[in-house]
């Protein structure tokens, strides 16, 4: 991959506002996307896609202005997401899981401890992983003194080798206490294992990964206060924090399908030969196809972006959290996760249908769309999510605060 140098960013001022953040991670996308297949094909470690994500400033992009922070919100890092991922689904779910572990101290943390690890990050243009996986046993943590260890594995480690810090999870030995911690990925016995080798999403880097006996002080176990965790309702907002960088990433899949199969239609799709049409664009059923989905992904984004708005309010204020406006605000991302999921989904299978046969050769990389929304979107079950709507719908029910919920 051809990309800018740092110094290519640095003699042009830096975004300030949402837009011109939002057009940055265009400009982004156009690196990215003139050998998204055959990287996709490659599948190597993407070291230097995460490094045009640094030297672009995106990966700064939620952390504070005054160490070099751009200072944006939720919506705009879900905006930036989904246009990094028109080019390479890959390489917008690791910026999405970035940001989020990236929140995560502010989540969890008290204000001392975020307020260090954001600033820290930023100034260092950290790139974060996260080895936290609820369907694997639980990583065991162990007090030796004022050191917490961490020993357990984990299937899944999303960002794992080109990541600068790991967020760590495991339960406190003989408790029921659950501990977060944020530590150097290449800590003493942390080891990534080259074991992803998924249909989809394939330059994320998530496979498995090993803790021996990885350490960290307790005062760096997020939101602990004298060994007693400081809960409030905010801690809960990681998953629907989360699912909606899934949402946003499965729609950026969506419209970078779209895009690169008009594209291809315009240029090369034959009309069909009993049609009477001298080009594919004038093809009647080829526009419907086209006008179809572009309405379905229109909506789609426009229920994304409302959400995100609703979202941002509870991030303003996260002391004022109610567990009734947490359980609210699940509902609305459930929502917006079933459909995106499902518009994703028939737009990535159903361009092939206004591309002809001819788009299925490999080197066109057309199915690597369709590929990265299937595999991620069986994260966890989609009818869950529609039971969530539903429950709230006829009963009142709000879902309950779990690692998918």
Known sequence: MSTPTATAWQNRPAPTTAQDWIARAAEVAAVLATDAAARDRAGATPYAEVQLLKDSGLVTLLGPVEHGGA?????????????????????????????????????VGTREQWEHVEAEAARNRWFFGGAVNPRDNDVVVTEDGDDLVFTGRKTFSTGSKVSDVTVLEGVLEGTDQHVFAIVPSDSEGLTFHDDWDNIGQRLTESGSVTIDGVRTPWSSAAGYVDKRFQARTYNTLNVPTIQLV??????????????????????????????????????????????DLTAKLWAAEALADAVAAEGQKL??????????????????????????????????????????????????????????????????????????????VLEGELPEPTWYS
Request: hydrophobic content about 40%; proline content about 3%.
């Open 315 to 392: 991030h303003d204020d996260p002391d004022a959290v109610t567990e009734q406006a947490r359980g609210e605000f699940e509902v609305r991302v459930a929502a917006v996760k079933a459909r995106a999921t499902d518009v994703a989904l028939e737009v990535t299978s159903r361009i092939f249908e206004v591309t002809g046969a001819r788009s299925t050769a490999s080197a066109e990389g057309l199915d690597r769309f369709w590929r990265n929304v299937r595999t991620h979107t069986l994260h966890d079950p989609v009818a869950y999510k529609r039971r969530e709507v539903g429950r709230w």
């Open 246 to 291: 899934f949402v946003n990433f499965y729609l950026g899949i969506a419209g970078g399908a779209l895009e690169t199969a008009a594209t291809y239609t315009r240029s090369k799709t034959r009309p069909w030969l009993h049609g009477g049409h001298e080009r594919a664009v004038d093809e009647p059923y080829v526009i419907d196809t086209y006008g």
């Open 71 to 107: 200072g944006q919100d939720w919506p705009t890092a879900y905006r930036v997401v989904r246009e990094v991922a028109k080019a390479d689904g890959s390489i917008g779910q690791l910026l999405g899981y970035h940001y989020l572990w990236n929140w995560a101290a502010r989540l």
